[in-house]
Nanobody, 123 residues
Framework: VQLQASGGGLVQAGGSLRLSCAASGRAFSSFGMGWFRQAPGKEREFVAAIRRSGGVAYADSVKGRFTISRDNAKNTVYLEMNSLKPEDTAVYYC??????????????????WGQGTQVTVSS
């Protein structure tokens, strides 16, 4: 499985961005998918996850502002980010878990990773 994240950029506080992660290879619909982020000098942290069946989970810091979704026909998972804050600045990574029922919040819950896309929120 190869994952390609896109959609990052520079946005002012309060703005919105939509990240996309396109998957190739094995059956995308069978995977659990997640988004993580890593700010400079910090560990990679969980942002959101979606099961193959569509169940979702969010980090408390983004709940109510971010929405994860998937389109199995397009082999793509999305992260809609609204009301962005400077503390959301990070490199965002998508990840795939072969255990499709997972709503994993840990890095080692996932088997495949994309290359990351930079999100910068200015104050």
């Amino acid at each position: 499985v190869q994952l390609q994240a896109s959609g990052g950029g520079l946005v002012q506080a309060g703005g919105s961005l939509r990240l996309s992660c396109a998957a190739s290879g094995r059956a995308f619909s069978s995977f659990g998918m997640g988004w993580f982020r890593q700010a400079p000098g910090k560990e990679r942290e969980f942002v959101a996850a979606i099961r193959r069946s569509g169940g979702v989970a969010y980090a408390d810091s983004v709940k109510g502002r971010f929405t994860i979704s998937r389109d199995n026909a397009k082999n793509t998972v999305y992260l809609e980010m609204n009301s962005l804050k400077p503390e959301d600045t990070a490199v965002y990574y998508c990840a795939a878990a072969t255990q499709g029922w997972t709503l994993g919040v840990r890095v080692y819950d996932y088997n495949y990773w994309g290359q990351g896309t930079q999100v910068t929120v200015s104050s």
